[in-house]
T-cell receptor
């Protein structure tokens, strides 16, 4: 049971480049989300999805797009990378948004540097 | 809006001593409260949660947390710290009513010295 798998582990982009961070879970979780972690700022929610075909914005959505075509996958797209998007990105899933006391399961993160 | 405060950036304790990592929260109505731990270069791992009922919650690796509604606090505790407990700890909250996402604190680095 792999849990939440994120790829790549590391990525360096130049300003203006685009890329997709991949996230897959094999636990049949309905809820998936993306967070960014920056020193001294904790984790901030970028986008989340309560099921296939449904996405919504979190606290810091600007510059990022998401889609959820399957239950398993929840990719995060950076359309035009900026140095302010240098961060560690975490994907997390939970059983269901209808079970708000269910804990999140996190991937191991993608460390992104934008130069 | 809901929020979490972890007033200490860093907590230092000696191995074998008790440890406390502080957390206070603000939420509309009753809270669901969580503690997560992050080891270097890893994602967050769930430690324990408060839903309702007993104010003292026991979790993984010997950790426990005490919910205090009047002080809106949910401090993480362990009677005897281990060097291997050294990690970054996050408190998180969401409201029990309506729909809300999980809000995290900024994290507290726990350093346990031998």
């Amino acid at each position: 049971n792999a849990g939440v798998t994120q790829t790549p582990k590391f990525q360096v982009l130049k300003t203006g480049q685009s890329m997709t961070l991949q996230c897959a879970q094999d636990m049949n979780h309905e809820y998936m989300s993306w967070y960014r972690q920056d020193p001294g700022m904790g984790l901030r929610l970028i986008h989340y999805s309560v099921g296939a075909g449904i996405t919504d914005q979190g606290e810091v959505p600007n510059g990022y797009n998401v889609s959820r075509s399957t239950t398993e996958d929840f990719p995060l797209r950076l359309l035009s990378a900026a140095p302010s998007q240098t961060s560690v990105y975490f994907c997390a899933s939970a059983v269901s948004s209808n079970s708000p006391n269910s804990p999140l399961h996190f991937g191991n993160g993608t460390r992104l540097t934008v130069t | 809006a809901q929020s979490v405060a972890q007033p200490e950036d860093q907590v230092k304790v000696a191995e074998g001593n008790p440890l406390t990592v502080k957390c206070t929260y603000s939420v509309s109505g009753n809270p669901y409260l969580f503690w997560y731990v992050q080891y270097p270069n890893r994602g967050l791992q769930f430690l324990l949660k408060y839903i309702t009922g007993d104010n003292l919650v026991k979790g993984s690796y010997g950790f426990e947390a005490e919910f205090n509604k009047s002080q809106t606090s949910f401090h993480l505790k362990k009677p005897s710290a281990l060097v291997s407990d050294s990690a970054l700890y996050f408190c998180a909250v969401r409201a029990t009513s309506g729909y809300s996402t999980l809000t995290f604190g900024k994290g507290t680095m726990l350093l346990v010295s031998p």
